[in-house]
């Protein structure tokens, strides 16, 4: 059995993909900053070893990896403290150094690493894009020094435990009338399920050294679409009003003061670019899952 080592393996697509390595006989080693209590779901999935630690400590890092034949890289933000993207290099970029450091240290030679779609050190519009294709460019200039690395640039990812169609849904709950920013961006959403086969199967495949693949769904559908279809399957009548831009940017900036941002200036400014991909999914890791085949199973309200 071949041990990985998965960074951000107990967040959304992280528990999808864990599951997926330890049912192929993987040994998977998850750290998380979470204490593990009882009700974490990866606690006592067979393969799966889950533990507390700091990832951001290089000698930790070092640790998690030794014995182990590959790792993952899963941690990402949506949003960071401040607004002046430090929050989002350091997560970012800053992890992404020391784990290649780490691998390289480690004798782990094979690299998986999750960036976004339209990620773009130089020309991506927000500190999220930008902070992702700088991360990027580090795991290239490792596979430059012998890392076999492969990245993978999703659109938005949707499944039972998502943030995108259940935080839609919580609002859309209590909201007669529902203000939408950027109501035109377009997304090809795609299935957690089919997320974890790419990186599963990327494993095994050595053609997949040294690529990176955009992974999005079948079908694409602007913003406004997609929360419609999502009142739609909680059952709500909803009256949606599309916000043009400058509204638009006004709420992000109104949102981004709350707690917990439920949205930031800038996630509008990622919602700039269309999160749409120019080819359909690779077709190596199989045939994607549309959104209307699973969402109104987990979304349905009764
Ligand atoms: N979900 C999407 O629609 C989507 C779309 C495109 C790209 N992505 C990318 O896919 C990856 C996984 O996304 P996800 O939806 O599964 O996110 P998630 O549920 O929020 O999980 C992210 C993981 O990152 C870890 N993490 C977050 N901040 C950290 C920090 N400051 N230090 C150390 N670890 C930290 C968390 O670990 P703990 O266990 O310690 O909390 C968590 O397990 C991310 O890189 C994200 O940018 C996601």
């Not at 294709?133 to 990245?151: D, I, M």
């Not at 039972?160 to 939408?180: G, H, K, T, W």
């Not at 050595?206 to 399957?233: E, M």
Request: include cysteine; aromatic fraction near 8%; charged fraction near 20%.
């Amino acid at each position: 059995m071949k041990r990985i080592c998965v960074l951000g393996g107990n967040g959304f697509v992280g528990q999808s993909l864990c599951r997926l390595l330890a049912g192929n006989n993987w040994l998977v080693r998850v750290p998380s900053r979470r204490h593990i209590g009882n009700q974490e779901p990866l606690r006592t999935l067979d393969g799966v070893e889950i533990m507390q630690c700091d990832i951001h400590e290089p000698a930790r890092l070092e640790t998690l990896l030794t014995g182990c034949d590959a790792a993952i890289n899963l941690v990402g933000i949506l949003n960071e403290k401040g607004s002046d993207g430090s929050g989002f290099r350091h997560v970012h970029v800053e992890l992404t150094r020391k784990l290649i450091h780490a691998c390289q240290n480690q004798g782990v030679s094979r690299l998986l690493h999750m960036s976004a779609l339209h990620a773009d050190a130089e020309r991506g519009p927000s500190h999220y894009l930008r902070s992702k294709g700088e991360a990027e460019q580090l795991v290239v200039e490792a596979g430059r020094l012998g890392l076999s690395a492969t990245r993978f640039c999703p659109s938005i990812i949707f499944g039972p435990e998502d943030s995108f169609f259940n935080r839609f849904a919580s609002l859309l709950r209590f909201a007669p009338v529902f203000p939408l920013a950027c109501p035109a961006s377009r997304f090809a959403p795609v299935y957690v399920e089919d997320v974890a086969r790419a990186f599963m199967l990327s494993l095994v495949d050595d053609d997949t050294i040294g690529q990176a693949y955009n992974l999005c769904g079948p079908n694409t559908y602007t913003l406004k679409d997609l929360v419609r279809y999502t009142a739609q399957c909680c059952g709500y009548h909803r009256l949606i009003i599309g916000l043009n831009d400058s509204a638009s940017a006004l709420q992000a900036r109104l949102l981004g003061l709350l707690p917990g941002k439920p949205m930031s200036y800038d996630n509008y400014l990622s919602l700039t670019v269309d999160s749409v991909c120019a080819e359909g999914f690779p077709a190596r890791f199989g045939t994607p899952v549309a959104i209307e085949e699973v969402v109104p199973e987990y979304l349905y309200r009764g």
